[in-house]
């Protein structure tokens, strides 16, 4: 089992991958420092994102969803790519439709998948979906997802060249929490710039495509030491059974 998994993550992230990175090391320190013995479902993995061998990495037996997808692409991406750097095996992948789960998990884990599965800022279908999440968790198991975040300077350029052009929902922090109150949530924001979009444009050149994250990475850590703004681009959030919440903190 791997000690320091922070590179990896970062791998796993691709684009903007210091602030997603960040969103997702957050989300892994609320499970055990091994995951030995059990079962973990990533939903919605893509050619180009998987964090699935993050947690093949803590020893967990790991499920690598995705849907309406090329088999092939997400199998040769970004999940390859890094277990392959990283020597990690036995990620099992299949096609799943997150509303149609079977068996249970104690972690289930979303990248960038709630904005697109509920669109038009339907935060009572993000609802839906957690409670349908639920039903597929052991008792003590945990729901984690890490999301575009609303930035209100930005939301009308997302709106025009990003995913928003599309209905895509940026999550606000606060509504995300007023939604979930029956369940016990830690949520925490990261970053202020998040410009995924704009990968496509040096997706031939990795050594580009590289040079282009250090630099939102250096400006984003700037503008947040000037301005401690209070919104943040990527949202990362810890769903859990209010019960189970409740006897984690005791």
Not at 89 to 103: K, P
Request: proline content about 2%; glycine content about 10%; hydrophobic content about 40%.
């Amino acid at each position: 089992m791997m000690t320091d998994i922070r590179p990896l993550i970062e791998d796993c992230c691709g684009w903007n991958r210091r602030i997603w990175a960040d969103a997702v090391a957050f989300a892994v320190t609320a499970l055990p420092t091994t995951l030995e013995g059990k079962r973990v479902l990533e939903i919605g993995a893509g050619k180009h994102s998987s964090i699935a061998p993050a947690f093949a990495a803590k020893g967990a037996t790991v499920f690598c969803s995705y849907y309406g997808q090329p088999r092939h692409e997400v199998e040769n991406g970004q999940l390859r790519l890094v277990s392959e750097k990283y020597g990690l095996t036995g990620i099992a992948l299949l096609e799943m439709d997150m509303h149609r789960l079977s068996g249970q998990y104690d972690v289930i884990v979303l990248k960038s998948v709630l904005g697109g599965v509920c669109r038009g800022d339907d935060y009572k279908r993000m609802r839906s979906v957690i409670d349908g999440l639920m039903d597929h968790l052991t008792d003590e198991g945990v729901i984690l997802t890490i999301d575009n975040g609303y930035v209100g300077p930005f939301i009308r350029f997302f709106r025009l060249a990003g995913a928003g052009k599309n209905r895509w929902t940026y999550f606000k922090q606060d509504e995300l929490r007023a939604v979930l109150a029956d369940y016990h949530i830690e949520s925490q924001g990261f970053g202020f710039l998040n410009f995924g979009a704009a990968r496509f444009l040096f997706r031939r050149d990795l050594e580009i495509l590289e040079t282009v994250n250090d630099a939102i990475h250096t400006v984003d850590t700037a503008l947040l030491r000037l301005f401690n703004p209070r919104q943040r681009a990527v949202l990362s959030t810890v769903i859990r059974k209010k019960s189970v919440g409740a006897h984690a903190q005791a």
